[in-house]
């Protein structure tokens, strides 16, 4: 259980969970967006849970996961917060991670979070 006063217990809760689910089953993840979550999937803008959801189901892999390996986390305005990752990605069996960066932008939703904006990057550089 999250420290719910501690941003980074938080930030370490939240994103074991949405990688987990991320991992195993994507569809579970429309909890997690409301109608106001906007979320940028590689240049790719998407508003609104359906839209979201649609994108994250129908992306060109079958297995992935994702190996965290820096998290910062910082308070943002409203009591939201701002989660920022860095890891490895791995699809379809892939033996070599592909680098990538992920931002979240959570608001309080009564006791828990929700995701209000996530950005999505591979770094190929």
């Known amino acids: ?5 501690d941003p980074n217990s938080i930030g370490k809760a939240f994103c074991g969970h949405y990688y987990s689910t991320f991992d195993s089953n994507r569809a579970h993840l429309a909890s997690l967006f409301s109608d106001k979550s906007m979320m940028t999937y590689e240049g790719s803008q998407h508003q609104g849970q359906s839209s979201i959801m649609e994108k994250l189901t129908k992306l060109n892999f079958k297995q992935v996961k994702h190996d965290a390996k820096t998290m910062d986390v910082q308070p943002s305005g409203a009591g939201g917060l701002l989660v920022i990752v860095t890891g490895d990605i791995f699809v379809d069996g892939g033996k070599n991670g592909i680098k ?3 931002v979240f932008h959570l608001m309080k939703n009564g006791n828990s979070f929700f995701i209000h904006n996530l ?4 770094n190929y550089c």
């Open 100 to 102: 990538y960066s992920e």
């Open 1 to 5: 259980m999250a420290n719910q006063n």
């Open 119 to 122: 950005v999505f990057r591979l």
